[in-house]
């Protein structure tokens, strides 16, 4: 399974968003670098409308990120990997994810599989940025169990969870 195959199932930002959600993210722009506590508010009342669309949670992500408040950023990754763990039918925790469950998922839907994956990569960025390395590690460590070819680029990052200092050579 290639990550890097896209299938004719839509991206996360072509579902239909609500007019209103859509209007206040864009307004959440626009107020980003002067008043980011209007920007917040513009992004938590865009989730109140649509708590379950995926450019509401990504645009919420990103503000939390780019504002280091990654605690927050790290509750809005892991709704995003509960939100697209329920449109792949993938039940349970992230932990628990199988080569069987994966590949039905893929089935389903690659380009939703691999928001989830990449939502998993980043939930363990963050852990990692909060130097909370075994989390991180475990994080990451799925994401490379189901991507060898690392198409996602989470085995740099899983390398650094687990302190290496140096990327092993490759010749």
């Not at 626009?30 to 708590?51: D, K, M, N, Q, V």
């Not at 994966?102 to 980043?122: D, H, Q, T, V």
């Amino acid at each position: 399974m290639d990550l890097h195959d896209f299938d004719d199932s839509e991206l996360y930002f072509e579902h239909p968003l609500d007019p209103e959600a859509q209007a206040l993210i864009e307004a959440a722009s626009s107020y980003y670098g002067e008043a980011a506590a209007e920007a917040e508010r513009c992004l938590l009342r865009a989730h109140l409308i649509a708590p379950r669309h995926l450019s509401v949670l990504v645009a919420l992500y990103r503000f939390y990120y780019y504002q280091h408040r990654y605690d927050e950023a790290l509750r809005v990754a892991e709704h995003a990997l509960e939100t697209a763990g329920a449109a792949l039918h993938l039940h349970g925790d992230w932990r628990s994810l199988t080569v069987s469950a994966i590949a039905a998922a893929g089935a389903r839907s690659m380009n939703m599989l691999r928001f989830y994956l990449l939502a998993l990569k980043g939930s363990g960025f963050l852990c990692l940025r909060m130097d909370r390395r075994a989390e991180a590690a475990e994080r990451l460590g799925m994401v490379t169990a189901f991507d060898p070819g690392d198409r996602l680029g989470a085995r740099f990052l899983l390398l650094m969870a687990q302190g290496v200092d140096r990327l092993p050579h490759t010749t």
